[in-house]
């Protein structure tokens, strides 16, 4: 064994995870593109589809985005209608991002993405849950 093995990319595990997830993202192009929107902005609305209304701190955590990355993100949803940002009555150190009309009208026309991607990797169901099992592990470990 070489002592230069290590820096090898096909043994590098952070490779195949970061170059599938750019491939997998790319395949949702498309179909967010009809739609008007960035993939960062998708799982964005997924989240705001979900809680309706949430901090930007807690909208962060689940997102896995600093917040110099999340604050642009939500001024364009914010633009284009389809959130609020609001400080909190509370404590105005908190921003609490809320969903609109538009951004929950959004959510019928997203309706055929999953399944649109998802027919574009053969990847069977069994597999499918132990890579999405394995991926969380990993994240829970990095938190």
């Given at each position: ?10 043994n ?93 009208a ?27 099992k ?10």
């Open positions: 064994m070489d002592k230069y093995d290590s820096l090898k990319l096909e590098q595990l952070c490779f195949p995870l970061y170059a599938a997830s750019r491939e997998i993202v790319k395949l949702y192009y498309p179909y967010l593109t009809k739609l008007g929107i960035t993939y960062t902005q998708y799982i964005t609305l997924m989240v705001m589809w979900d809680a309706k209304s949430i901090s930007s701190k807690e909208l962060g955590k689940k997102l896995f985005l600093d917040s110099g990355t999340l604050t642009p993100l939500l001024k364009e949803l914010e633009k284009k209608g389809f959130v609020t940002r609001t400080r909190s009555k509370d404590d105005e150190r908190n921003l609490i991002v809320d969903i609109t009309d538009a951004g929950m959004l959510r019928d026309q997203a309706l055929e993405v999953p399944m649109m991607v998802s027919g574009c990797i053969s990847l069977p169901p069994d597999e499918a849950v132990t890579l999405y394995t991926l969380y592990k990993i994240l829970d470990e990095l938190k």
